[in-house]
């Protein structure tokens, strides 16, 4: 095309801006551009707009120079404020940048300059305000667009949403939904997103099922939203729907299969995880950091550990996530010297472990029941520049204290430099219920129960360290209180197994205790038509049963 048409000297420097590929080169042109004088105003003038865009957006980008070009312009236009803010509500996502008001203070020397935002402004300075969850600024700025005769158009009013959306706004975000004349599906992946982070999957499926055009994005939300919100099994659905799905604009991604194999992890479905495996191979995808880190954690989670080290092996590159998700295999399957072996061969790699590695190394510990190893991790992680947190220190109390080193545990929660949460003393506890150290286990249970009143596990536990030191007038005195105080297991408990590739779902129908009752009631009715059951009750309360064979 160039070179069948002759070109003026304004398209070809600015042909040439657009073909930069680095600062200095920049620079250069600019200084042909003051340097000629055969420029009109409006040829400058759209030559030094195009050079800023160029520095500020492009991928040889600088935005000191940028703001050098912009400080230097005398008079600068709308379009010109709109490239620098939106240069600056990019540069956040870009670098974390810390100075992120930059382009709201541009925003206002705009304003002060008598000049109005358009339709590309505020959408940018919607963005900034989304990052910094700055929902008062954007309310402002909600007013502006109504102001200036802008809150029709749909950019802006995407960018509402997500705001409102991002903040926790549910409903003002959902109000702007309905009144919109024109939704496109950034409007409608806006609301799922939203809804999805605060746990509303309910209305997010429903805004779903009412989509008419569906994208990626749409479905990487519902099927990543489900997964995490607890409910694996309908995301594997999605995801099938998704795959059986005759459309080429809207195929699995990486962040779709990472999201299914998460699915399968969860539910410890070795099938759908080794179709899923099989149809990325099919797909063609890129086999990378995230999808390899995904596998394993997946064949892990299935209990197959030596597919998931094969997977991990095959991985070209692994970074501290993918050491991670296979150390922490080995530490869930109780192989703590495989663990530490390749916590070596990690650290040999150049690779830094870093705070959940630890958490897996010393769970690796306290189920093996290696305290001098626990120790030594414990201490290693300043080493790597890694204070201890709650979990740590939860991890080394279950060490402790499973090995019934009781004062120990007390001295390191004591030592604590932050505040013990429910995990350190629930570990502590949960040593005293297996040791059966019943005055210790006493104190932390009612320290537990004065925590948090209303948790039915704290009374369960005590239930258990009574009924185990036989204490039964206690274990019916801390039922009475549940009793009274209207504490019950809400969620009954539930279970998934995988049979032929089909997921199956079943829990308790009733009150544990009703379910337990009748299952006992049952087996002694079977019981008692192979065996005579004699009880006598002792002085004591107790109760010793003869069987004697019919």
Partial sequence: MLKNQPLSLRNTISY???????????????????????????????????LLFSCALSDSRSYSYAEAIFLGIDTPTLSAYNIMIRAYASRISDHGDSHSCECVILYKRMFRNGIAPDCLTLPF???????????????????????????????????????????????????????????????????IIGYLRYGNLDIALALFQSMEMRNIITWNSIITGFVQGGRPKEALEFFREMQ????????????????????????????HGKWVHSYLRRSGLEFDTVIGT?????????????????????????????????????????????????????????????????????????????????RWCFNTMRAYSIEPQAHHYACMVDI????????????????????????????????????????????????????EPNNHAFYVNLIDIYGKAGRYVDVKRIRKLMEGRGIKKEVAGCSMIEVDGVVHEFSVGGPPEMVVEEELTHALNQLSKEVRIKGNLDGNGEISLDFQML
């Fill in 16 to 50: 040439l801006i657009r073909e930069c590929k680095s600062t200095r080169q920049l620079q250069q042109i600019h200084t042909q551009i003051i340097a000629l004088p055969n420029f009109s105003q409006n040829d400058y003038d759209f030559l030094i707009k195009r």
């Fill in 125 to 191: 300075l919607l963005k900034e305000c989304t990052r910094r969850l700055d929902s008062c600024l954007g309310r402002s700025i909600h007013g502006q667009a109504v102001k200036f005769g802008l809150y029709n158009n749909v950019y802006v009013q995407n960018s509402l949403i997500g705001l409102y959306m991002t903040c926790g706004f549910l409903k003002s975000g959902h109000k702007l939904f309905e009144e919109m004349l024109d939704r496109d599906v950034v409007s409608w992946n806006s609301m």
């Fill in 244 to 271: 059986s799905l005759q459309n080429d604009m809207v195929k699995p991604d990486k962040i779709t299969i990472a999201s299914a194999l998460t699915a399968c992890a969860y539910l410890g479905a070795i099938d």
């Fill in 294 to 374: 995904a596998l394993v954690d997946m064949y892990g989670k299935c209990g197959f550990v030596e597919r998931a080290y094969e997977v991990f092996k095959e991985m070209p590159k692994k970074d501290t996530l993918a050491w991670t998700a296979m150390i922490s295999v080995f530490a869930s399957h109780g192989l703590a010297k495989e663990a530490f072996d390749l916590l070596k061969e990690m650290v040999a790699e150049g690779v830094k472990p870093n705070h959940v590695t630890f958490v897996s190394l010393l769970s690796a510990c306290a189920h093996s029941g290696l305290v001098e190893t626990g």
């Fill in 400 to 451: 402790l204290g499973r090995s019934g080193l009781f004062q120990e545990a007390e001295d390191i929660i004591r030592s604590m430099p932050l505040t013990p949460d429910l995990y350190v003393w629930g570990a502590l506890l949960g040593a005293c219920q297996m040791h059966g150290n019943i005055e210790l286990g006493e104190k932390v249970a009612q320290y537990l129960i004065n925590m």
